[in-house]
């Protein structure tokens, strides 16, 4: 389908509705980012049901997306969402470091570590995340046993940002209109496009960031659509079955960087890191991890600081 020819903004009406839409998803037909546009849009204003909503991810998952439609997802996904006033010159310089999820592996808080050792080298960092949804701690459950307070407002995260180098925003705080999908994704249990959103939705729109995934079938197509965002330098990795750099074997890098996409592998051994075990890799309770952070922080060895310096490394 080819966006129309008219100047005024495309609606999910105008294009005959979710029956329309879901038939040329099912018939494996591309859409392009203006008919995504809109149907997100549909579902962000509350405007959709459960069924509508669950048939379209479906039926756009069963065909795969594309960058394209992933871009006009995103288009609506920033729409509605709250923004961080972060300036150009910011944006230009500030990362994200943040994984999907959906790994299932249950580890300690790699990517929410990586940061604050980025943010300690001087890089401004906007870090982006949720509480717990597959596992026992979020990004949001250890800041919060770490007596970080987590529901900031954009110019709290602002603040933040510039005096200490780093500023988290609350994924429900910032796209609070994802509100109207969560009951249907809870119930449907299988990860769909809005877990591949979240991640590249970063509420400050930083231009580089750092985005680990669980399912390596996805990577080519987050980072193409992080280009057609703007995005000036991006890895989107996977190792080992977790959505980060893993320290238990070689992990995959596609890397976007002043517009060209190049793929490689990063073997922590080559890098002098001593390999690990899953298991060394296991996390817990918010307590349990808000733990590890510390004294990873405090300098301890072995493999939790391992696979933080490899992560952090990647941001630097």
């Known amino acids: 389908m080819s966006e129309s020819s008219s100047s005024l903004p495309i609606t999910l009406e105008s294009i005959g509705g979710w029956p329309e839409l879901i038939s040329l998803l099912l018939d494996r037909r591309d859409i392009d980012a ?63 470091i943040v994984g999907t999820g959906g790994d299932r592996s249950h580890s300690i808080n790699v990517s929410t570590m990586a940061a604050i050792v980025v943010a300690g080298a001087g890089v401004p960092v906007c870090k982006h995340g949720a509480r717990a949804a597959s596992s026992q701690c979020g990004t949001a459950d250890v800041l919060e046993a770490l007596g970080v307070v987590v529901e900031l407002s954009p110019q709290g995260v602002l603040r933040c940002i510039e005096r200490a180098g780093i500023g988290f925003c609350l994924a429900a705080r910032y796209h609070p209109a994802f509100r109207f999908a969560a009951p249907a994704r ?58 980060e750099l893993t320290t238990t074997g070689p992990s995959t890098v596609l890397e976007l960087r002043d517009g060209h996409v190049r793929t490689f592998t990063v073997d922590p051994v080559a890098l002098g890191l001593a390999p690990a075990i899953s298991t060394e890799l296991t996390g817990g309770t918010p307590a349990f991890n808000a733990d590890v952070v510390r004294r990873v922080m405090d300098g301890e060895h072995g493999a939790h600081r391992n696979i933080v310096v490899l992560n952090a490394a990647a941001g630097l």
Not at 51 to 69: D, M, S, Y
Request: glycine share 10%; hydrophobic share 50%; net charge neutral.
């Open 34 to 96: 203006a008919y995504a546009r809109a149907a997100m849009a549909n579902i962000l204003a509350g405007s959709a049901t459960p069924a509508q909503l669950i048939g379209f991810v479906v039926a756009l998952r069963a065909k795969g997306e594309t960058p394209e439609e992933i871009s006009g997802l995103l288009d609506a996904v920033l729409a509605a969402a709250t923004l961080v006033p972060l300036d150009e010159s910011l944006r230009d310089r500030a990362i994200d």
């Open 186 to 243: 809870r119930e449907i249990g299988v990860p769909t496009v809005f877990n591949l959103l979240g991640p590249m939705a970063n509420p400050g729109r930083v231009k580089r960031q750092l985005i680990g995934v669980a399912n390596p079938l996805v990577a080519e197509k987050m980072l193409a659509s992080l280009r057609l965002h703007g995005a000036t330098s991006s890895w989107v990795v996977h190792g080992g079955g977790l959505d």
